[in-house]
């Protein structure tokens, strides 16, 4: 007698970056958290959080959030629904549409928590190979006809992004859900979030992890059509967003002055970063996120991802076939990326 499931026994748990301990000295860019602090709005809100807030169950609804999302997307706020990260999203959406004999599909490499929550549903995982140029390959994941198609966009590793074009064409020929997961988009020169709009079969994932400095706070939305988000709503945890995450992000999103001036930096930041690593006689994929995928100049990724380790600088190396000779590097501030240039010049 086994306590689980067959698919739970059968399947490997998602293993998340390393998080060293606080206080620990490392340069950390393995997890594409931003090197700058979130917005000061967003802190003094912290900082004033009532404790009668506390007291209380949260706003189920996390309305406030949600008012203050739509007006800066430009959505009706009905239209938004609020999570405790965009991961809990992506769990809610593969629990209410995914189920044995159902299938998921995402083209490859991407994100592996895709492949753990379809697996936890018991569902089909069905991996489309992208080309060595990260295009969207939108024949094969029409061809796959998944109940839910995950894309990536700017995608994790490649740091990609799928043009609005082939992800429309992807979400008019899918009879499914398309998620399209822009965890990155502010980084990038555009995002899909009009196809939310035209196609009610499209789900917009957003994160304040990334671009607002947010990644402790726990704090994601997804836009979408009332119809989709009501399906959602069913299988949601009722208090799934705390109290003091709701006025915080709330807060963060206000201020778009902060996150305008941190994403310029952090795009300047990544094109003289990922200057220095061509330099160095790296392959540099183009990025339209907050990392960079690299294949050093003599594809020796582990070794370098271990001298740097011991150097004291955490980049993110995956042990997996198409991975395994290449590094993803979070955009650091100007002196981590100074730093680690200089340590991959003393160690290649
Ligand atoms: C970081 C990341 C997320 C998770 O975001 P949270 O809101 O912190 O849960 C989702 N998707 C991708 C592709 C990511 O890289």
């Known amino acids: 007698m086994t306590f689980f499931r067959r698919n739970i026994e059968e399947m490997t748990a998602y ?5 060293p301990r606080p206080g620990e000295k490392v340069i950390k860019l393995n997890t594409n958290e931003n090197p700058y602090p979130p917005s000061p709005a967003a802190m003094k809100a912290c900082r004033e959080f009532d404790g009668e807030g506390f007291r209380r169950y949260p706003d189920p609804l996390s309305t406030r959030f949600r008012q203050v999302a ?15 990260g965009s991961d809990e999203l992506l769990t809610m959406i593969c629990r209410a549409c995914l189920e044995p004999g159902r299938k998921a599909a995402a083209p490859m490499p991407t994100y592996v928590l895709y492949m753990t929550l379809a697996k936890i549903q ?8 992208f080309d060595e140029d990260y295009t969207l390959p939108v024949q094969a994941l029409i061809t796959a006809d998944a109940a839910v198609t995950l894309v990536a966009s700017p995608n994790s590793p490649s740091g990609t992004l799928a043009p609005t074009a082939a992800l429309a064409e992807l979400a008019r020929a899918l009879a499914g859900v398309l998620v399209i997961d822009e965890a990155y988009v502010d980084f990038a020169d555009e995002n899909a979030l009009a196809l939310a709009r035209e196609f009610p079969n499209v789900v917009i994932l957003r994160t304040l992890s990334k671009s607002y400095s947010l990644a402790g706070l726990r704090l994601g939305l997804a836009v979408a059509q009332p119809g989709l988000l009501a399906g959602l709503l069913k299988v949601k945890d009722s208090y799934n967003v705390d109290a003091l995450a709701c006025a915080v992000g ?20 990544r094109e003289k970063l990922s200057a220095g690593l061509a330099g160095l006689g790296f392959r540099v994929w183009p990025s339209q996120s907050n990392f960079l995928l690299v294949r050093p100049p003599r594809g020796d990724a582990e070794r370098l991802y271990l001298a740097l380790k011991a150097g004291g600088i955490l980049v993110r190396y995956f042990k997996q076939p198409r991975l395994d000779d290449k590094l993803r590097i979070s955009v650091g501030d100007e002196d981590q990326n100074a730093a680690l240039l200089r340590e991959l010049k003393a160690n290649l």
């Open 15 to 19: 293993v998340p970056g390393e998080q």
């Open 70 to 84: 739509g007006h800066v997307l430009n959505v009706p706020p009905e239209w938004v629904l609020p999570a405790n």
């Open 122 to 129: 018991d569902a089909e995982f069905v991996e489309i190979p």
């Open 250 to 269: 709330s807060a963060a999103l206000k201020d778009q002055a902060h996150l305008k001036a941190n994403v310029t930096k952090v795009r300047a930041s």
